[in-house]
């Protein structure tokens, strides 16, 4: 099955600078690829997603890139500010079948300093 | 409409007991589904439905573990004799899907805190 590694576990920033948040994947007929936000005490909320015939995709402060061959998609927060700390979870999905599963990656609590 | 609603959000119980969590789907959703998030993990997929049929379940499921859809609209999930290792939040999402294979958006719900003693 599908295996989704995430890097780093926690990361601290500073307000005004980016966040870079990694993650690969094993099955390679997977083709969307989600990122979810989870505050504490609150489900995980999607923030943006992207499928496998796109490259890169870009919301506001928030962008991610997928590269298929490499097996990995990155998320990238630009700006941070206090309210983008959270966990944040990679996700990924092949829809074999008549499933539409995700598998998770570990998690990465973000920080952003004053 | 809400999003997706869980209930209770927390649950306290003793081992051994049953408890039984519901799940109110966004209402033009016709794919349920549930997952299991431990401290510091990543959700762990359960089971799905799309519309009353359960479809997959995963083999972390064991047979104490009982979902159903039965009007394909809210969902439950039971645990039967729980153990302290179903100490666990439990999360339901929603999606709507036309066919068997394209990727869903899944909405998740905020969850059932269980806590076995």
């Known amino acids: 099955g599908e295996n989704v590694e995430q890097h780093p576990s926690t990361l601290s920033v500073q307000e005004g600078d980016s966040a870079v948040i990694k993650c690969t994947y094993s099955?390679?007929?997977?083709?969307?690829f989600p990122w979810y936000k989870q505050e504490l005490g609150k489900g995980p909320q999607l923030i943006i997603d992207?499928?496998?015939?796109?490259g890169e995709k870009k919301d506001q402060r928030i962008a991610v890139t997928l590269n298929k061959t490499a097996k990995h998609f990155s998320l990238h927060i630009t700006e941070t500010q206090p309210e983008d700390s959270a966990v944040y979870f990679c996700?990924?999905?092949?829809?074999?079948?008549?499933?539409?599963?995700?598998?998770f990656g570990t998690g990465t609590r973000l920080q952003v300093t004053l | 409409d809400t999003g997706v609603s869980q209930d209770p959000r927390h649950k306290i119980t003793k081992r051994g007991q049953n408890v039984t969590f519901r799940c109110d789907p966004i209402?033009?959703?016709?794919?349920l589904y549930w997952y299991r998030q431990t401290l510091g993990q990543g959700p762990e997929f359960l089971t799905y439905?799309?519309?009353?049929?359960?479809?997959?379940k995963s083999r972390l499921l064991s047979d104490r573990f009982s979902a159903e859809r039965p009007k394909g609209s809210f969902s439950t999930l039971e645990i039967q004799r729980t153990e302290q290792g179903d100490s666990a939040m439990y999360l339901c999402?929603?999606?709507?899907?036309?066919?068997?294979?394209?990727?869903?958006?899944?909405?998740f719900g905020a969850g059932s805190r269980l806590t076995v003693l």
């Open positions: 999402a929603s999606s709507v899907g036309t066919g068997p294979s394209g990727a869903n958006v899944l909405t």
């Open positions: 992207i499928r496998s015939n796109v």
């Open positions: 209402s033009e959703h016709n794919r």
């Open positions: 099955d390679s007929a997977s083709n969307y």
């Open positions: 996700a990924a999905s092949s829809n074999t079948g008549t499933a539409s599963k995700l598998t």
């Open positions: 439905f799309q519309n009353e049929a359960q479809l997959e």
